[in-house]
Antibody, heavy 114, light 112 residues
Framework: QVQLVQSESEMKRPGTSVKVSCKTSGYTFTKFGIIWVRQAPGQGLEWMGWINPDNGRNYLVERLQGRVALTSDTSTSTVHMELTRLTFDDTAIFYC???????WGQGTLVTVSS | DIVMTQTPLSLSVSPGQPAVISCKSSQSIRNDDGKTLLYWFLQKPGQPPQLLIYEAFNRFSGVPDRFSGSGSGTDFTLKISRLEAEDVGLYYCLQNFQLPFTFGGGTKVEIK
């Protein structure tokens, strides 16, 4: 069955970086894009970006460009989302999902605290 | 960017009664193939979102038939024909037509 399993929760200091992984299984990794969605505490869903795991081509919302990197590793069927220069406002649950939102990871809580 | 506007912000409905959520896009989200790229999700407390409806009116696998999607152009509706306790949570619409894809602000549905 299709599964997306994300890395564990992280606590980070302001100004540092975090890398969240999303390991997929149960389907052909290169055939479906992966989207990333952010949800700040008590807030709605924010679509962050998309990556084509086959060739690494990706798209990020303008406000995250320059701070977020999306990468894919076909050898492990895993995509990664790295967020740099963290601020307190980056505290959120980050979700990966297969394009179309058919299957989702369980979410990774990133807490930015001094 | 396409703006997705959901109403109402919250909804309190008695069990067995219908619930209706509206989603309006700031421009058409219909592609050249005639598909309307509007999706509906339910996020239950403490869980990731789950897909209910894709391409405006198609129920995703395993979704009960009390959920239905309708609409065209820029106005869309999600209807729950008879609300059950397990349907409480936050409902979101999403447009998959134009990058960046965008979610509506969400509608909280609770049992009265």
């Amino acid at each position: 069955q299709v599964q997306l399993v994300q890395s564990e929760s992280e606590m980070k200091r302001p100004g540092t970086s975090v890398k969240v992984s999303c390991k997929t299984s149960g389907y052909t990794f290169t055939k479906f894009g992966i989207i990333w969605v952010r949800q700040a505490p008590g807030q709605g869903l924010e679509w962050m970006g998309w990556i084509n795991p086959d060739n690494g081509r990706n798209y990020l919302v303008e406000r995250l460009q320059g701070r977020v990197a999306l990468t894919s590793d076909t050898s492990t069927s895993t995509v990664h989302m790295e967020l740099t220069r963290l601020t307190f406002d980056d505290t959120a649950i980050f979700y990966c999902a297969r394009s179309g939102g058919t299957f989702w990871g369980q979410g990774t809580l990133v807490t930015v605290s001094s | 960017d396409i703006v997705m506007t959901q109403t109402p912000l919250s909804l309190s409905v008695s069990p067995g009664q219908p619930a209706v959520i509206s989603c309006k896009s700031s421009q058409s989200i219909r592609n050249d193939d005639g598909k309307t790229l509007l999706y509906w999700f339910l996020q239950k407390p403490g869980q990731p979102p789950q897909l209910l409806i894709y391409e405006a009116f198609n129920r995703f696998s395993g979704v009960p038939d009390r959920f239905s999607g309708s609409g065209s152009g820029t106005d869309f509706t999600l209807k729950i024909s008879r609300l059950e306790a397990e349907d409480v949570g936050l409902y979101y619409c999403l447009q998959n037509f134009q990058l960046p894809f965008t979610f509506g602000g969400g509608t909280k549905v609770e049992i009265k």
